[in-house]
């Protein structure tokens, strides 16, 4: 099975049911990157604990290894570090966060995805699912938008891919950019802004500038096949599911297992694959906007009075 990272900090509910999942698939080799404790949230420290216990008790032997820095590195910092030491040990791995549960098929298509394209020279990550998908999309396509709840690549790509230098100046200089719309370009302005300098706070959005920045593409399936179990007050980013946000149910993934082996898998990036993730999660219209806001926005009853 492909070699797993696990990167946590202090939910050791969240982990539970990550590791509950990749015990279930057999998975021999895990690895657990967690960041330190915050100078100012006195509970982390014990949670730490906990997430790490709870890590080796419910992998046992397969628990590979466990990085914990000793001081807080801060999302934008802790990740990359982790993914760093993971290619240390291994030469390609499935990368998944704290609360990313992965399914059977995600096990299935991450392992045949690295060994397709392992020379590729444009293929640089595996994602485990797209949650927005143009209709009659493939089972299987590229992508140049790739979520990373749940994620492949291997050691030497992962060295070309890894966040550096001012990524909003990388992704300005890329043919993406170029095909983006004024409005897609200001949006991706304000969310790449998150991965500069140091005050960054997510590190996402900095690997997305240098996937583009290397005109690469990553093999994404077109349901998702992992579950995000992290949502709520305890959540880095994400306190609700964004709307945009849902879940295979069995037959899903069934379905798209069948669908894996029958058809051919992509040799060429399709641009009009991209129109659906592009326009309804990253830089909706403008009308979508209006509407959304709209929707937002609360209504009052109120009770009208009678004379008697």
């Not at 020279?121 to 590229?142: E, H, I, M, R």
Request: aromatic residues 10%; contains cysteine; hydrophobic residues 40%.
């Amino acid at each position: 099975m492909t070699p797993v990272l696990v990167i946590g900090f202090n939910r050791p509910d969240a982990m539970a049911q990550t590791c509950r999942a990749l015990a279930s698939l057999g998975d021999d080799e895990v690895y657990l990157g967690v960041d330190g404790s915050r100078e100012d949230s006195p509970s982390d420290q014990g949670l730490i604990d906990q997430t790490v216990e709870v890590f080796r008790d419910l992998l046992g032997s397969r628990a590979s290894g466990v990085l914990r820095q000793s001081r807080n590195l801060g999302c934008a910092a802790a990740v990359p570090t982790a993914i760093d030491w993971f290619f240390d040990h291994v030469g390609a791995g499935l990368i998944l966060e704290d609360d990313c549960v992965p399914t059977m098929e995600a096990a299935k298509f991450v392992e045949a995805g690295l060994t397709r394209h392992r020379s590729s020279q444009s293929v640089y990550l595996v994602s485990c699912g797209s949650f927005v998908t143009a209709a009659n999309a493939p089972a299987v396509y590229l992508t140049q938008f790739p979520h990373l709840w749940g994620w492949a690549t291997w050691r030497h790509k992962w060295r070309a891919l890894r966040p550096h230098g001012n990524v909003l100046a990388q992704a300005r200089r890329s043919s993406t950019w170029h095909a983006f719309s004024p409005l897609e370009r200001r949006d991706w302005s304000r969310m790449l802004r998150l991965s500069v300098g140091d005050n960054a706070t997510t590190w996402d959005y900095g690997l997305l500038a240098q996937l583009w920045s290397l005109d690469g593409l990553a093999l994404t399936p077109s349901i998702p096949l992992v579950r995000n179990v992290g949502f709520g007050p305890d959540a880095t980013h994400a306190e609700t599911p964004p709307g945009w946000y849902w879940e295979s149910d069995i037959s899903d993934l069934q379905a798209f297992a069948r669908r894996m082996q029958s058809e051919t898998w992509p040799t060429r990036y399709e641009a009009r694959s991209d129109d659906a993730v592009r326009h309804q999660i990253y830089s909706p219209s403008i009308p979508a906007r209006v509407t959304s806001r709209v929707r937002r926005i609360p209504t009052t009853r109120t009770k009208k009075s009678s004379n008697r």
